[in-house]
């Protein structure tokens, strides 16, 4: 198995429990972003910069994804398009997307835009909070524990 991480607005608590858990169970954790990271030193833990532009990150995640392997990120539509190759997808507050619910979030996200889109203001994500981190980190040792030696 292999972590990817849309990590272009990861939480830097999410970052350091994705770089500790790739050391500590040997999984290879790649952070893909427009920009430069800071990574600790291991061969286990890869950066890739792609360019700037609408998606270009979403893009290259599903380009590398293989079945069975785990993305985190936040974006629905990315988490959509790597359930469909047979991966899995985690949000950084701790949510595991699965096939049985992806398509409701995937609605339920395109609803919100498509008011936004029509002058309502719909409100943000709620700020990145310690019991989200508590929760990604507890979604996080549970699904490795099903699937790293898969």
Not at 56 to 81: C, F, R, Y
Not at 90 to 119: H, V
């Amino acid at each position: 198995m292999h972590i990817y991480a849309d990590a272009d607005a990861l939480p830097g608590p999410i970052k350091e429990i994705l770089c500790r858990a790739a050391v500590r169970l040997g999984l290879r954790l790649t952070l893909v972003a427009n920009k430069t990271l800071q990574i600790p030193p291991s061969p286990l833990i890869a950066t890739i910069r792609v360019g700037q532009g609408f998606d270009v990150v979403d893009a290259a995640i599903v380009k590398l994804v293989s079945p069975g392997d785990l993305v985190i990120t936040a974006d629905i539509p990315l988490a959509a398009l790597v359930i469909e190759k047979d991966a899995h997808a985690l949000n950084p507050r701790g949510e595991l997307y699965t096939k049985d619910n992806i398509q409701g979030r995937l609605a339920m996200r395109n609803l919100l835009y498509e008011l936004r889109s029509g002058g309502v203001t719909t409100g943000g994500p709620p700020p990145f909070h310690n019991r989200d981190k508590e929760a990604f980190a507890n979604q996080l040792d549970i699904f490795l524990t099903r699937h790293a030696n898969q």
